[in-house]
Nanobody, 123 residues
Framework: QVQLVESGGGLVQAGGSLRLSCAAS????????MGWFRQAPGKEREFVAG????????YYGESVKGRFTMSGDNAKNTVYLQMNSLKPEDTAVYYC????????????????WGQGTQVIVSS
């Protein structure tokens, strides 16, 4: 069982930055891949960033490459999403997810989800 809690969302102007955090708990956390997804009103859930279960590498959705960076702190059981050069189209609820997989960009493959944190980017 894994529990996830996101934080760090808020309102920011275009071009600004935010850092999201996802605190994880659970006895099997170390064997789970972690991912960030987002969903805007009326749109499908979109993959943003992920880290393999080995922690070897990170990977990103095409729309955020070069702007967002995912990282982790094993001591705190926490992963982060640093978001730079934010655009209005980044406005969405951002979700942290965990799955007993190596890596995946498909949200259907993840088993556990946080409650989400709202990010609003103004023009």
């Amino acid at each position: 069982q894994v529990q996830l809690v996101e934080s760090g969302g808020g309102l920011v102007q275009a071009g600004g930055s935010l850092r999201l955090s996802c605190a994880a708990s659970g006895r099997t956390f170390s064997s789970y891949a972690m991912g960030w997804f987002r969903q805007a009103p009326g749109k499908e859930r979109e993959f943003v960033a992920g880290i393999s279960w080995t922690g070897t590498y990170t990977y990103y959705g095409e729309s955020v490459k070069g702007r967002f960076t995912m990282s982790g702190d094993n001591a705190k059981n926490t992963v982060y999403l640093q978001m730079n050069s934010l655009k209005p189209e980044d406005t969405a609820v951002y979700y942290c997810a965990a799955g007993r997989i190596i890596e995946d960009t498909n949200w259907e493959k993840y088993d556990y989800w946080g409650q989400g944190t709202q990010v609003i980017v103004s023009s």
